[in-house]
């Protein structure tokens, strides 16, 4: 495990604190969730780029073009 010096405004670290101590955990572990959470967004991000970048809008529309045409469920109406 690495250490990290970070410089935050106190509105922020205040912030951060009451957080912290409202869900039980250090403001270590809060600090850490948070990154990890943005990190995992931001590769979710990407790979879901690129997975759109490789689609083919033909075979897509082929596939749609199999569902047949029916009426919606109640409740599921426009």
Do not use: C, W
């Not at 948070?34 to 931001?42: C, H, N, P, R």
């Amino acid at each position: 495990m690495s250490a990290l010096s970070l410089r935050l405004p106190n509105s922020i670290h205040r912030h951060i604190k009451e957080i912290a101590t409202r869900e039980g955990v250090s403001i270590n572990q809060f600090i850490s969730s948070a990154v990890s959470e943005k990190i995992s967004a931001l590769m979710t991000e990407d790979y879901l780029s690129q997975r759109a970048g490789k689609a083919d809008r033909n075979q897509f529309k082929k596939i749609l073009d199999k569902v047949p045409a029916r009426k919606p469920l109640p409740g599921d109406e426009l």
